[in-house]
C-alpha cells in the first residue's frame, strides 16, 4: 500500500495559500518574537479550551517545566506521576531537583490509576522522606486521564495538579476540554501531536491568574515590570511569531480535523474488534486519537505483516520510565508496575490522521486479520 504514518504533506497542501499568506504577513511585520500572532493564538486557544488564560511555549516540556518552576518544586518534593508516557513528563520533574513517583496505569484506558495514586501518596507520607507536592497525569493518546478522582487526591492531600495534555489537545472529559481539566496543563505543538506546528512549540493553559503571571515572567528570563529587571530565575521558553501564525491557520482547520480522526478510529475498533484489544472510550470522555493504539500479545508477527504490505507503524513506548536508564538512580526493576510493562511488551499504533482514508483503514484492518 505505501502510506504515511501521520500526513503532513496532505494537510500542508490543503492549507498551503493561508499558511503561505500567514507566514508572509510575519516576514513582512518584522516582530519574530512576541509578535502579534502570539496574542491572537493564546486568546484563541483559551478560548477554545475553556481556561481563562493560554500561554505560548517553545515547546511541550517547556510548558511541563514552566508550572512546575512556577510552582516551586524542588529538591525534597515527591510529584506523581505514571511511567507509560513520554519521558519528557517525569524529566521535567527531575530537572527540577524533585523526584518522579511513579503510579502505575489502569490497564484499559493507559492513565494513572487513581486508586494507585492514592497508595502511592500514602506510602510516600508513611515514608516521611519526601514531601507529596503534585501530580502530573497524563492524558495517553489523546484520552484524558480520570481527572474527578484524581482532583479528589489531589484535594485530600492539598497538592497541585499539572494536565499532561500534550497528546489530547482537542479531547474531553464530561463536557470540558483537555487543557482545563487540572489547575495547570501542557500542551505540545510539536509536528506530529493533533495540532502540530512546523518546529517545536506548546502552550500553558490556567485560570489562576496569579500562577499566570509568574510563568509569564519565567517564560521570558523572569522578567519583571520593567524590561531588564530580573525579579526570578526563568529561561527563554517563549513560542516564535512564526509558529503562533501557522498555529492560528491550523486551529481554524482544527474541529474538521478532529472529527475526521474520530471517524477513522471509529472504524479501526469496529474492524479490528476481537482481533486486538481496541482503546476504550470511557463513559463522558472524547480521545483526541493523537494515536491508535492496539495491544496484541502476537505484535512482532502482525507489525511484520504491516510492514510487509507498506503499512507503518510504531511503538508508544516500548520501555517504561522506571526501566530508562536515565531513571535508574530511582531504584526500581521489571515487576515494579505491571500494567505498564504489560503495555509496553504488547502495544502497538496504526496509522492515524485526520486525510486516512475509509478504504485504507479497511485494508489495514485486512492486513491484520489475515496475519492472525
Ligand atoms: C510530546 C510529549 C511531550 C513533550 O512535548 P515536546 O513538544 O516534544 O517537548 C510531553 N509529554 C507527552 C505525553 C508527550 O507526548
Redesign the pocket.
Known sequence: MGMPFVDLKTQFARLEPEIRAAMDRVLAHGAYVMGPELGQLEEQLAGYCGAAEAIGCA???DA?LIPLMALGVGPGDAVFTTPF??I??AEVVALTGATPVFVDIDPASFNMDPALLRKAVLDVLAEGRLKPRGIIP?D?FGLPADYDAINAVAGEFGLFVLE?A??SFGGEYKGRRCGALARVAAT???PA?PLGAYG?G?AIFTSDMELAQVMRSIINHGMGEDRYEHVRIGLNGRLDSLQAAILLVKLAAFDGELAARRRVAQRYSEGLSGLVETPPTPQGCQSAWAQYSVLSPQRERVRAALAEAGVPTAIYYPKPLHLQPAFKGLGHGPGDFPASERASAQIFSLPMHPYLEDARVDEICAVIAQAL
Do not use: H, I, N, R
Request: charge should be negative; glycine fraction near 10%; charged fraction near 15%.
Open positions: 515547546s511541550g516540556t511541563l508516557t513520554f519528557a513528563t497524563v495517553l499532561d500534550a497528546q505540545s505543538f510539536f501531536k517545536d506548546g
